[in-house]
């Protein structure tokens, strides 16, 4: 068959009939017939083959590379790009330098896989050999070029090396879309929004990565409400919004709580057959969970064909901070027998819906299993969650044992936990306990301002008076001040977010005045 196929051997052909091998030993075919017409070390004749063999039999593509008595630049641009495809970055950069050692050049093709292999480095002196590929790239001139400009700054913005990313990109006499947005979410990854946003505002032309990537410096640095309104800006301006970004804008929609805008999206992926993707589906079940519609996000987790970790993780998170404690002890149970591994945060999730449900038993058998049956070592979260269990279930001598015993006692950095504690204290009237562990925590200068106010209404209600002027003094001289709260709403698809004590917005005196009146509308109907 490839006697009679093969009439002419220019490259071209021999990469067509290449790419239509569909198993080995068809692409064996081919290479022997190669042999037999004495062109197998004829790199002209061999390099099609080989750039096919790098990325689909790289094994065989490997024995023809050490039997090839004549190579040339294409040759070994070809197998750098295969080690890098088949994951050994650094037998990429040693086949660069075997290249150089034999006197090769480099060409612009070279570097684009060279520097992405030393990206993928996992050894100390990657960087520094990341360095020297730039040095060649200048010395032979290649700085200019789009392909090589936007590898090395993707090489540098992972290092967060952004000032040097931003010196390639400068540098640079044609920028084309890529560069431009490889820039940006190298501004993104170091949480520098504002440098971002500048360069995306200035790019002369975008494409939807250009809008996810700055969508996700954002929401790296929680400013959710301004992906929401990237978001509103693509949809005004057609611009079809990719999987990635639909993500990112799920995300954002939990963690402001905006349903109707989450809806919106799921709807619309619905609609684009992009609810199949299971990263998105995960999203989806977090933001619905989030919202506080668990019945939703069940529905859409059942919908998942390939459930990982993550999916799994977060419909457990999910049930369990809409307290729903038993049913996610069930699923951790379903999760266990089909082999999938959850994670130390899933143990977080559950053992808190333990607490505010108070399943005592069941979150301290949790806890038990953690390390014997699901193979997750207790870390200081889940040691916390443990004594806010007994606490606020009042078994407070319990909660102070396991503490003493288990988490080493008092240490610093806990300041949340006996904050949890002293609050029960509070709650249930036991201010003896509240007292010694007030006490121990002043020792360590371990106290924020929640546990100062937290103390002073405990000895206060407890009558103790003279304790509670003590805690009062300390808030005056220590300088203490509470952080303002916030609260946030959505209306017509719109997320606003008011802060407690804030009045620089050009609204907030005409809501401080609808609040006086259904104030005062309140007290005529408390009159009647």
């Given amino acids: 068959m490839i006697k009679k196929t093969v009439t002419t051997y220019s490259p071209a052909t021999i990469k067509t009939l290449s790419q239509k091998c569909k198993t080995l030993t068809q692409f064996k075919q081919l290479h022997a017939h190669l042999i037999k017409s004495h062109l197998h070390n004829n790199p002209i004749a061999i390099g099609p083959l080989l750039d096919v063999a790098a990325t689909s039999f790289f ?40 290249m150089l050692r034999f006197g090769f050049v480099a060409n612009n093709y070279t570097f684009p896989p060279l520097i992405k292999a030393c990206l993928c480095l996992n050894v100390a002196n990657a960087r520094l050999i990341g360095c020297s590929v730039h ?46 947005t490889g820039l940006i979410d190298g501004y993104g990854k170091i949480g520098d929004v504002y440098n971002a946003r500048m360069l995306f505002d200035e790019m002369p032309e975008r494409t939807v990565i250009s809008w996810s990537a700055i969508m996700a410096g954002y929401s790296r640095v929680s400013e959710f409400e301004e992906v929401v309104s990237l978001f509103a800006t693509m949809q005004e301006l057609g611009i079809e919004p990719n999987e990635s970004v639909l993500v990112t804008v799920v995300t954002a929609c939990a963690h402001l709580g905006a349903l109707a805008q989450g809806l919106w999206v799921h709807s619309y992926a619905k609609r684009r057959n992009l609810d199949s993707n299971p990263i998105l589906a995960t999203a989806l079940v977090d933001m619905y969970s989030k919202c506080g519609y668990p019945d939703l996000a069940l529905s859409v987790f059942d919908t998942i064909s390939v459930k990982d970790t ?45 607490t505010h449900t108070k399943l005592v038993k069941e979150g301290v058998e949790l806890f038990d299993q953690m390390d014997r049956v699901y193979g997750v070592k207790p870390q200081f979260e889940h040691h916390a969650c443990v004594v806010d269990l007994f606490a606020r279930s009042g078994m407070l001598e319990e909660a102070v044992t396991f503490a003493e015993k288990k988490m080493g006692g008092f240490c610093e950095g806990d300041a949340n936990v ?30 924020d301002y929640g546990v ?34 916030c609260s946030v709403i959505e209306v017509d698809g719109v997320v606003k977010e008011f802060v407690s004590g804030e009045n620089g917005q050009p609204w907030s005196t005409e809501v401080c005045k609808m609040l006086v009146s259904l104030f005062n509308v309140a007290r005529i109907v408390e009159l009647k």
């Fill in 310 to 354: 993550g999916a799994w993780n977060a419909i457990i998170s999910g049930l369990a901070m809409n307290g729903e404690a038993l049913k996610s002890l069930e699923l951790l149970n379903r999760m266990a027998l089909v082999k999938i591994q959850p994670s130390e945060a899933t143990f977080v999730a559950i053992l808190a819906a333990c």
């Fill in 452 to 485: 100062y106010v937290m103390c002073y209404n405990m000895f206060k209600e407890a009558g103790w008076k003279q304790e509670a002027e003590e805690v009062r003094n300390m808030i005056l001289e220590s300088g203490k001040k509470k952080t303002p709260g």
């Fill in 418 to 447: 006996w904050g949890a504690l002293l609050s029960a204290c509070r709650s249930y009237g036991n201010v003896e306990i509240g007292n010694k562990v007030w006490r121990k925590l002043v020792d360590i200068k371990v106290v």
């Fill in 135 to 180: 040095g060649h790239v200048l010395k032979l001139g290649f700085a200019g070029d789009r392909f090589v400009g936007s590898s090395l700054i993707e090489f540098y913005s992972t290092g967060f090396e952004v000032c040097s990313a931003r010196k390639v990109f400068d540098e640079m006499p044609v920028k084309d879309v890529v560069v431009w």
């Fill in 59 to 98: 094994s065989y593509a490997q024995l023809i590379f050490q039997h090839l008595r004549f190579r040339n630049t294409f040759i070994y641009n070809t197998m750098i790009r295969g080690y890098l495809h088949n994951n050994s970055p650094v037998f990429a950069v040693l086949c660069y330098t075997e």
